[in-house]
């Protein structure tokens, strides 16, 4: 889906179908929801999709998507189940491991996402001041370091991989909705996951870093 807005950037979102056996993904319910309701006052032209779980059809859809619409941003989001923050991706690796199958039944193990790339690559957005601002609206958010090596990961390093350098790519773990979870796991209210990626999309937008402490000890 696209919304347009003349002359504002292009920003580019993906969320995913249930996957696991599971019959909701927040991240696909949040990204349906900035469709319907925007990004909270931010001018943009905005490209929503939700992916399919699957290693090949997830790659190809965003590169069509990339392809087509020639974002100047683009911000991916899945699902995280067990995690309790938002999780903002600082690095992609380029390796598929599955540790489930995908939607397809596909499994694959140690093979590249793009063969001949190097073996990772950075979020091109500002994540720590990204998780900063999600943090300071009262929702717990994080700086991640491992996005996985299912198809998060996939999609991720795809992106960065399909764009130019001038491209601001990122992506976001979110926790279980409301109503979602598995008992006993963490989850989030819809409305604050929605506002968390609205926050995440007006930030990236600005550009600007946090010149800060972000890194971890394990």
């Known amino acids: 889906m696209t919304a347009q807005t003349p002359g504002a950037p292009i920003v580019l979102v993906t969320g995913f179908e249930p996957f696991g056996g599971a019959s909701a993904n927040p991240s696909g319910d949040a990204v349906r929801t900035l469709a319907a ?3 909270g006052g931010l001018a943009a032209t905005l ?22 619409h020639r ?19 600082r690095v992609a690796v380029n390796l598929l491991d599955a540790r489930i199958p995908d939607n397809a ?17 950075f979020a091109t957005v500002p994540v720590k001041a990204i998780a900063a601002s999600v943090t300071a609206l009262g929702i717990p958010a994080e700086v991640s370091y491992s996005a996985g090596t299912f198809v998060c990961n996939h999609v991720f390093f795809t992106a960065l991989d399909a764009t130019s350098p001038h491209t601001r790519v990122g992506f976001v773990h979110v926790p279980w909705a409301t109503g979602q979870a598995p008992v006993g796991a963490p989850e989030l209210p819809p409305a604050d996951i929605v506002r ?16 800060a402490p972000g890194g971890t000890l394990h």
């Open 71 to 89: 974002p100047d941003i683009v911000v991916a989001t899945g699902l995280a189940g067990g995690r309790s923050a938002i999780g903002v991706e």
């Open 37 to 39: 309701e925007g990004l």
């Open 196 to 211: 968390a990626l609205q926050t995440v999309i007006a930030v990236a937008a600005d550009g600007a870093e946090l010149v």
């Open 105 to 121: 039944g596909d499994q694959p193990v140690d093979l590249p996402s793009a063969p001949g790339a190097p073996a990772a690559a």
């Open 47 to 68: 490209v929503t999709a939700v992916l399919p779980v699957t290693f090949a059809g997830a790659a190809t859809r965003i590169r069509e998507l990339i392809a087509t």
